[in-house]
């Protein structure tokens, strides 16, 4: 098996008296797009920002995190709302000492958005934009959380054929989805978390395999499994 | 870290703070306020001089360190107090409530580094806001008004250590409450907090009286009277440093809140520990043009000839105005000159009602020896330590301060402070606005 570019191990997150996260172990491999799924408050969050160094661990190792390795993009925040699109793409660029790539802009369809204030963005559009600076950093891993979240049908196909193009470039995804027919889709593996706990890492094959369902879809596999 | 990140940090926070309204209106009334300052102070100094005919008030009673500096910076103090807090608070809470504090968590530049650029970011917001003072400066001397540069620099240092330590308060309340208001509210209890200790340390002495010494408001009294005390610097120092290290602990959400209590309580600690080692530092100059803060030189010369240390009883309540006067024109210069300590019996009571005979004396005790005193004039207060001394009265010369009378009316003041000020700033704001949207 291929090193794994993060090892997480007995990962636990307690917030007073209730644990959000309970002995999670999970890895991620280079190249590959993981999808973490899981239904509402099973903790996907909080694994991210744990990850990121964004929210604190009680116990656990986590390898392979660091502001060089990853990249985390959390879901519904509109930064910097009072400045322009080309300006906080601009000002991510430049922390990193890289240019923003004018083919992703257009990609994400963000082109025509340049001179538009954050605040006056809709949801899909600030959707893009957070996407469009995770894809500008250049670490080696990608934290998304949540990406397809507000885009159309149209928009969630253009951003999945964009993320495939970046891990085909070298650059690692792990993905916070909800919806479960999107992570079959883009995801390579995947990491079921229920109630805080990592229920099923593996493909969706491994997982038809643990939920003992062959030839069963994600959703009857996740019912199972939850 | 290289100097790359730090520029565009500081790139960032500028950018936030240029499109922040609050920072404009600011700028806006700070002048305002200022300029209106400034007319008024001019024309009563211009009275005092005898414009209107009148007999001038005694010339050597006219510095510009009291008729037209202090008021007009007087003006800032408040923008420090009441608009300043917000334009802090608002750099650190919209990141915070955007959560664009989540990605810039992630740069590769330390959150040390962070807050420092929001910190100059602050400083460059405080200099813009100076152009007003400086304004007000330049027509004070193109009316032929004087100006010393060493108490005009020190009163700037005053008002600008106060800054730093209302703005430092600011940031450690925008990271450690959640929301902007709840941060607002904490900054003005801090400053309503420092007024009532002023007031209740008043004619106090002890630890008490100590403390209240180090308030923004009473510093900034003793910047005022052109005064650099090495204690009131350090102490407004280490205080806003300590405030900036809160900032620190508070900001970085993955602090678990234990760790984040444990290191405050810590810095509380240390602070104190070291603001009460600095409050011990006794080295001060009288940067005041009138050196209103020290007895003549022959005097101190005198005084620091004697080893023994003076004890003053003062019985005399905070109230009473003689009190006032013998702290300001005794007490301040005596500190400088030799060891004093003094018991204030009457602290905490008005003094009206009491039958007490001894009432308003004050007794000195030096070398064993003892003596007794109603009187809070200098002159007579020094004779009354040389006495018990046993050294002899030094001849003194005259005053070397002239005054600077100045009989002239602020014209076109109010056309720069009421009419190009606020286009001026308008304009920049329009002007920052249209930057920011053509990039």
């Known amino acids: ?226 | 870290m290289r100097s790359r990140e730090l520029r565009v940090v500081l790139r960032k926070d500028l950018a936030e703070l240029f499109a922040s309204r609050a920072f404009w209106l600011l700028l806006l009334f700070t002048g305002l306020i200022a300029g209106q300052s400034f007319i008024s102070a001019v024309e009563l100094y211009a009275e005092a001089s005898g414009i209107d005919g009148g007999a001038p008030a005694l010339a050597q009673g006219l510095s510009p360190l009291d008729g037209i500096l202090s008021p007009t910076l007087g003006a800032y103090d408040l923008a420090i107090m009441l608009l300043f807090p917000f334009v802090a608070i608002r750099l650190v809470a919209a990141e915070k409530s955007s959560q664009a504090l989540k990605l810039v968590l992630q740069w590769p530049v330390s959150l040390r580094a962070q807050l420092a650029s929001k910190l100059v970011a602050l400083v460059i917001a405080w200099l813009l806001a100076l152009v007003a003072f400086g304004v007000a400066l330049v027509l004070w001397t193109s009316y032929g008004g004087h100006l010393d540069a060493g108490e005009t620099l020190n009163l700037l240092m005053g008002y600008t250590l106060r800054f730093l330590l209302t703005m430092s308060l600011a940031m450690a309340a925008a990271a450690a409450m959640p929301g902007a208001a709840n941060a607002a509210v904490v900054v003005l209890a801090f400053t309503i907090g420092t007024w009532a200790l002023d007031f209740l340390a008043t004619g106090r002495g002890g630890w008490i009286e100590t403390l209240a010494s180090y308030t923004p408001a009473s510093a900034l009294r003793t910047f005022e009277r052109g005064l650099l005390r090495a204690d009131v610097v350090a102490v407004l120092l280490l205080l806003t440093l300590a405030l900036l290290v809160l900032t620190a602990i508070w900001l970085h959400p993955a602090k678990p809140p234990r760790h984040a209590i444990a290191q405050t309580l810590a810095t509380l600690a240390m602070t104190l520990a070291l603001c009460a080692l600095a409050s011990r530092l006794h080295a001060s100059a009288d940067l005041a043009e009138d050196r209103r803060n020290s007895f003549a030189d022959a005097d101190v010369r005198a005084l620091e000839r004697i080893d023994a240390p003076l004890a003053i009883t003062l019985r005399l309540a905070a109230e009473d105005p003689r009190m006032n006067d013998f702290e300001r024109e005794v007490l301040v210069k005596l500190r400088r000159a030799m060891r004093v300590t003094v018991r204030y019996p009457y602290a905490g009571r008005s003094g009206l009602f009491d039958n007490d005979p001894r009432y308003g004396t004050i007794e000195y005790h030096l070398a064993g020896r003892d003596a007794v005193s109603r009187s809070t004039t200098p002159d007579i207060v020094l004779e009354t330590i040389y006495g018990l001394a046993r050294v002899p009265m030094p001849p003194r010369g005259e005053p070397s301060y002239p005054g600077y009378p100045l009989a002239k009316h602020a014209r076109g003041a109010a056309v720069v402070f009421y009419a190009l000020w606020p286009l001026s700033v308008l304009l920049a704001a329009r002007g920052a606005g249209r930057s920011r949207r053509t990039g």
Request: aromatic fraction near 6%; hydrophobic fraction near 45%.
């Open chain 1, 1 to 226: 098996m291929t090193d794994p570019l993060l090892s997480a191990r007995g990962v636990t997150a307690v917030r007073g008296r209730r644990t959000i996260l309970d002995r999670v172990a999970f890895h991620v491999l280079p190249h590959e797009i993981l999808g973490v799924i899981g239904p509402n408050g099973a903790g996907k969050t909080t694994l991210f920002e744990c990850i990121a160094g964004l929210q604190p661990v009680s116990f656990g190792l986590i390898d392979g995190a660091g502001p060089r390795q990853l990249f985390y993009v959390p879901d519904a925040i509109r930064p910097w709302p009072d400045q322009t699109v080309r300006w906080t793409l601009e000002v991510t660029a430049d922390v990193y000492g890289v240019n923003v790539d004018d083919a992703l802009v257009a990609q994400l369809d963000l082109a025509r958005l340049q001179t538009q204030f954050v605040r006056s963005l809709s949801k899909g559009e600030v959707k893009r934009l957070n996407i469009a600076l995770g894809l500008v950093t250049p670490q080696p891993m990608l934290f998304l959380d949540e990406p397809f979240d507000g885009l159309d049908l149209r928009q969630t196909r253009a951003v999945m054929e964009l993320l495939r193009a970046t891990v085909d470039r070298g650059r690692t995804l792990v993905l916070s989805i909800h919806q479960l027919a999107d992570a079959a889709r883009i995801c390579d593996r995947l990491l079921l978390l229920h109630d805080g706990r990592a229920v099923a890492e593996g493909t969706l094959a491994e997982l038809r395999d643990v939920a003992c369902l062959p030839g069963a879809d994600i959703e009857e596999v996740f019912l199972a499994l939850t």
